[in-house]
């Protein structure tokens, strides 16, 4: 008996195995193109997000400005003499004072203590004694919240009694203009 081959009119054997796998290789073309075009979009628009960021984050620095506090007040004692000077520098937000006067002895029942005031109210705050200097100047150097508000420096003679309110001896006063 003779053996008889059985082949399809294109002259090939059956290709069902090579056509599932054209389909195969066109399915996962189909999906690498797809996660491409989502991996660049999504690059795309972080890369625009983080333009519009760092726009935003431009715009909100250059709309709040440091306002910066470097200044003098002169302290002037009741005859208008020069009695020292109070230097305040930084900015709002990281304000620093140096005060240096040169001021009398004092009796050790007795301290300088410096207030701040504000414009039009009978608000002080005591931002800290005075210390003496080996030279004999007086010295002080502190930080204040909301600067501006106090433009006033004022050095009273306060007695070591406790009392946190100030007691009205001034003995020198400077202004920050």
Known sequence: MRQQSFRHRGGGTSSIGGGILVVLAVIVGAFVVYQLILWFRSSNAKSIANEASAVTMDATVASTPTVALNSTAVLKISDGSSAGTVVRSGSVEMPSYSLVANLAALSPDMSYEVWLVKDGLADVKSVGALSPRADGSWAETFTLKDPLEYPTVVIMAE???????????????????
């Open 159 to 177: 007695p070591n009694d406790g009392n946190t309110e100030p007691s009205g001896n001034r003995v020198a006063e400077g202004r920050f203009e």
